[in-house]
């Protein structure tokens, strides 16, 4: 005994801007990424995939580029869960190396925006 109306926008663009990384800086963070991490360590051959993303809106104004921390499981036992599922234990050991990865981008950026 209710009425609902439900709207999909079909007439409205999408309500986030698809997150897409500048080239430039995808060879900035393959040099830096390889010499901090290794060439082993860094995969540049992640298939796209479909998020929202706030941070595309920032790409809107200025390049920008969006990664993900790979880090491995605590233990080689555990199931995979997922960013959002409640069951997701970090495995704080890659903390350090993203932290170290974020330091030097930004850097050597700066410095070769000075050059």
Known sequence: RCNATVNFFENVGPANPPTVNNGDLHKHFQNVAENVLGVNNVNLNMPPFM???????????????????????????????????????????????????????????LIKLQQ
Do not use: C, W
């Not at 595309?56 to 605590?74: C, D, N, R, S, W």
């Not at 869960?81 to 950026?109: F, V």
């Open 51 to 109: 998020v929202a993303e706030d941070f595309a809106f920032y790409q809107e104004v200025i390049p920008g580029y969006f990664f993900t921390l790979g880090m491995k499981y605590a233990s080689p036992n555990e199931p995979f869960q997922s960013l959002h599922s409640p069951y997701l234990r970090i495995n704080e050991d890659g903390l350090p190396y993203g932290a170290a990865l974020h330091a030097s981008l930004a850097t050597s950026y």
